[in-house]
């Protein structure tokens, strides 16, 4: 079956600390693979997305994340989290042939000051 | 170019009665997907359409909902007969890509929160 597994529900990280959300996934076909953010009461934002080429993506806010194939990984990271990076992060993939997302149970990204 | 609006914001209703959320994309996109949220999970694939076509409906998906995209502009989805398990963010997306292998941006909406009481 295909699936996304986010395994930290909760991650607290000091300010400037460096940052790390895993995501892995299980699949057959190939895929599309996204990081969304969700902010309090808002809808989610797209951070990052990979569709080929290079595996190590740049997104938005300072935030990264690298495609490993053989170990079905995509890893958000950052180098130095801001208050304002507290939010929900969701890992979203989409499988070939397929357009509906399939989203991870999400992280919550706590920054302490 | 003013996003993905849903409406209502909040929906509170008695079990039994039913609803309607209006998800109007992002103009000239031509595809658009219905997802729902529940607490302390990630958003789950209800159904999408490309232009006024429903081209895929998920399980979730019983017979009491019902979406439609009339003008392939503007969507709406009905929840008939509420039930508290129906309680939760439903969340509407939409895409601009074409052809079948898209793997375009999906802009999401801020969400209708539904309260079945």
């Known amino acids: 079956a295909q699936s996304v597994t986010q395994l930290d529900s909760q991650v607290p990280v000091f300010e400037e600390a460096p940052v790390e959300l895993r995501c892995n996934y299980s699949?057959?076909?190939?895929?599309?693979l996204f990081w969304y953010v969700q902010y309090p009461n808002q809808g989610l934002q797209l951070l990052l997305k990979?569709?080929?080429?290079?595996?190590l993506v740049k997104g938005i806010n300072g935030f990264e994340a690298e495609f490993n194939k053989s170990q079905t990984s995509f890893h958000l990271r950052k180098p130095s989290v801001h208050i304002s990076d507290t939010a929900e992060y969701f890992c979203?993939?989409?499988?070939?042939?397929?357009?509906?997302?399939?989203f991870g149970t999400g992280t919550r990204l706590t920054i302490i000051p | 170019d003013t996003g993905v609006s849903q409406n209502p914001r909040h929906k509170i209703t008695k079990r039994g009665q039913n609803v309607t959320f209006r998800c109007d994309p992002i103009?000239?996109?031509?595809?658009l997907y219905w997802y729902r949220q529940t607490l302390g999970q990630g958003p789950e694939f209800l159904t999408y359409?490309?232009?006024?076509?429903?081209?895929?409906k998920s399980r979730l998906l019983s017979d009491r909902f019902s979406a439609e995209r009339p003008k392939g502009s503007f969507s709406t989805l009905e929840i008939q007969r509420t039930e508290q398990g129906d309680s939760a963010m439903y969340l509407c997306?939409?895409?601009?890509?074409?052809?079948?292998?898209?793997?375009?941006?999906?802009?999401f909406g801020p969400g209708t929160r539904l309260t079945v009481l």
């Open positions: 997306a939409s895409s601009s890509m074409t052809g079948t292998r898209s793997g375009g941006e999906q802009f």
């Open positions: 699949s057959s076909v190939s895929v599309y």
């Open positions: 990979y569709l080929s080429g290079s595996t």
């Open positions: 979203a993939v989409s499988f070939f042939g397929n357009e509906k997302l399939t």
């Open positions: 103009s000239e996109h031509n595809r």
């Open positions: 359409f490309q232009n006024e076509a429903q081209l895929e």
